[in-house]
C-alpha cells in the first residue's frame, strides 16, 4: 500500500522515455541510481517508450537483426527492462509503468510486457488490463495513518499497437469514459481528491500553451514557421513542436469534469521540458532520460513533491544528468560517449586523441631514429 509518509510528504520521481536495450548506455543506469539516492522518491514512475521495441533484436552495432522468435525476443526485452528495473528493487521503491509508441513496436505485445514488470517485487502498477486495456489504471495514495484514500495517480495508454494491428498516438474514448466512471467512484467513497494524470503523448491543448514568432535563437522552426513558449501561460525548455495526441476525444473536457486534476504530464517529446497551464489545470512535458536518442541537457528525471497537509497544492522540477553528476571531466565524457546526439562530438575528440597519439609516436621514432 502507497501512502502519504508520518511528515505527511510523498515524492514521485517520473522517468519519460528511457527507451535503451539489452546493453544498455551506462550513463542510464548511473543517472537512475543517484537519482533514486539523491531524490529518495516514494514512487517512480515510467511513462513510456520504456524500451527501444523496435530495435530489440539489433546487434550492437548496427541495425542488422541478430535474434528472431518470440522466445529470443522475450529474452531480449527481459534484458533491456531489468537495467531500468533493478535500481528500484535494490533499495526496494515502488514503481509502475505506462505504455508508449517504442515499448511494443516490432516487439511483444505490451500485455506480455506486464506481465515481466509485474514479476518484480517492487512494481505497483504494471499496466495490467482493468478494464479499459493494457496500460490505463488507477494508483491510490493512501493518507499518512492509513485509513483513506488521499490522492490518485492516473495512467493514460495513449500509443502503441492496437488490437486491429494498426498503431496509435491517442487516447480512446473508451478510455477517458472509463477514468470518468472510475473517478465518480472514488468521489462518492471519498470526495473530491486531488489527481494527477500520466500519459505518453501530449494532450492536444498543449498546443495552447505556444505561440508562432518571428525567427531568433531563441524559437524552434516547424515547416517554416518559428515558434515559442507562450511566456503568459508556460516556462520552461521548448526544443521541438509538440507531437500531441493524433485526435482530440475530449480528454481535457473530462479532466476539468472530475474535479481535483492538477495537472496533465506526457513525455514523448524528447526535448521539451516545460510546464504551462490551461484553465486552471496544469499542462508538462519532461524531457527523455535515454542516452540511445536525440535529446539535449535537460536528460534526467522529473520530480513531483505532494504535502497531505495542502493536498491541492503540488511542487515540481526537472533534475537533469548534471544535476546529478555536477560537470566534472568524466561525467562530461561519459554524456558525451553515450548520448547519440553528440555522436559528431564523440568521434571528433576521438580523431582528435588518435591524431594526438599519432603524433607523439612519430615524435617518439623520430627521436629514436637521431
Not at 495552447?208 to 517554416?224: A, M, S, Y
Request: with cysteine.
Amino acid at each position: 500500500m502507497l501512502k502519504f509518509n508520518s511528515d505527511g510528504k510523498f515524492t514521485i520521481m517520473q522517468i519519460s522515455d528511457a527507451q535503451d536495450l539489452p546493453l544498455v548506455r551506462k550513463s542510464l543506469v548511473q543517472m537512475i541510481n543517484r537519482a533514486c539516492d539523491v531524490l529518495r522518491p516514494d514512487l517512480v514512475l515510467f511513462t513510456g517508450d520504456n524500451i527501444l521495441g523496435n530495435h530489440i533484436n539489433d546487434a550492437v552495432i548496427g541495425t542488422r537483426q541478430v535474434a528472431s522468435g518470440h522466445d529470443a525476443t522475450r529474452k531480449r526485452v527481459e534484458r533491456a527492462i531489468s537495467h531500468i528495473i533493478l535500481p528500484l528493487e535494490a533499495r526496494r521503491i515502488p514503481f509502475a509503468v505506462l505504455y508508449g509508441n517504442h515499448d511494443d513496436m516490432d516487439c511483444i505485445e505490451k500485455s506480455e510486457q506486464s506481465k515481466i514488470y509485474g514479476s518484480y517485487s517492487s512494481c505497483v502498477g504494471s499496466g495490467a488490463d482493468v478494464g479499459a486495456g493494457c496500460g490505463t489504471y488507477d494508483i491510490p495514495i493512501m493518507s499518512s495513518d492509513g485509513t483513506r484514500r488521499a490522492f490518485t495517480v492516473w495512467m493514460l495508454d495513449s500509443a502503441g499497437k492496437g488490437a486491429d494491428g494498426n498503431w496509435y498516438t491517442t487516447i480512446s474514448r473508451n478510455k477517458i469514459d472509463w477514468m470518468l466512471r472510475k473517478n465518480e467512484k472514488i468521489k462518492k467513497d471519498s470526495g473530491i481528491l486531488p489527481s494527477l494524470v500520466f500519459q505518453h503523448v501530449p494532450i492536444p491543448e498543449t498546443m495552447q500553451l505556444i505561440r508562432e514568432c518571428e525567427k531568433n535563437n531563441e524559437c524552434i522552426e516547424h515547416d517554416g514557421r518559428f515558434y515559442k513558449l507562450d511566456p503568459q501561460k508556460a516556462h520552461g525548455t521548448l526544443g521541438e513542436y509538440p507531437d500531441v495526441c493524433s485526435e482530440n476525444v475530449g480528454e481535457f473536457e473530462a479532466l476539468k469534469e472530475m474535479e481535483g486534476v492538477l495537472a496533465a504530464v506526457a513525455g514523448h517529446d524528447h526535448l521539451n521540458c516545460f510546464k504551462g497551464r490551461v484553465n486552471d489545470i496544469d499542462i508538462i512535458q519532461t524531457a527523455c532520460a535515454s542516452f540511445r536518442c536525440y535529446g539535449n541537457e535537460m536528460r534526467g528525471v522529473r520530480v513531483f513533491e505532494l504535502d497531505e497537509n495542502k493536498p491541492f497544492e503540488y511542487r515540481t522540477r526537472t533534475v537533469t544528468y548534471f544535476d546529478l553528476f555536477k560537470k566534472t571531466p568524466l561525467s562530461v565524457m561519459r554524456y558525451i560517449n553515450d548520448a547519440d546526439d553528440k555522436e559528431k562530438l564523440k568521434y571528433g575528440i576521438w580523431a582528435g586523441t588518435a591524431a594526438t597519439a599519432a603524433v607523439g609516436a612519430l615524435m617518439i621514432a623520430l627521436g629514436k631514429r637521431k
